[in-house]
Nanobody
Framework: QVQLGESGGGLVQAGDSLRLSCAVS????????MGWFRQAPGKEREFVAR????????LYADSVKGRFTISRDNAKNTVYLQMNSLKPEDTAVYYC?????????????????WGQGTQVTVSS
C-alpha cells in the first residue's frame, strides 16, 4: 500500500517562506516522478510542480516559477517544496502525488496516489 504524508504547512505573512515535505512509503520511491498540487476553496486542484526520478528534471506552474523549488531525497523517500516570496493567492491545501505507472506530468489524472494535504495560508 502506497502512502504519502505531507507536513510543513502553516499560517505565514506575505513575503515569508515555507518548506513542505512529503514522505512516501510502500514503493520504490526513486522509480517515480513526484508532483505537488494545490487546491484553494471553491477552485479545482491545480498543478504546482513536478520532479523527475533522479531530481534532474523539474517543471513548474507559471504562477510559482522563480519562487518555488521542488526537490527530492531518494535516500529518505521524501519530496520537498520550498516556497519563497509567498503571496496571499498561494493560500490553498497543498498535496503531494505519485503516479502508479512511474511517470506523471501536469495533469491530476496522471497521479494515482495522494496525501491528505497540508494547509498553507498566506496573510496580506
Amino acid at each position: 500500500q502506497v502512502q504519502l504524508g505531507e507536513s510543513g504547512g502553516g499560517l505565514v505573512q506575505a513575503g515569508d517562506s515555507l518548506r513542505l515535505s512529503c514522505a512516501v512509503s510502500g514503493r520504490t520511491f526513486s522509480s517515480y516522478t513526484m508532483g505537488w498540487f494545490r487546491q484553494a476553496p471553491g477552485k479545482e486542484r491545480e498543478f504546482v510542480a513536478r520532479i523527475g526520478r533522479n531530481g534532474g528534471s523539474t517543471l513548474y506552474a507559471d504562477s510559482v516559477k522563480g519562487r518555488f523549488t521542488i526537490s527530492r531525497d531518494n535516500a529518505k523517500n521524501t519530496v520537498y517544496l520550498q516556497m519563497n516570496s509567498l503571496k496571499p493567492e498561494d493560500t490553498a491545501v497543498y498535496y503531494c502525488a505519485a503516479p502508479r505507472t512511474g511517470y506523471g506530468s501536469v495533469s491530476v489524472y496522471d497521479y494515482d496516489y495522494w496525501g491528505q494535504g497540508t494547509q498553507v495560508t498566506v496573510s496580506s
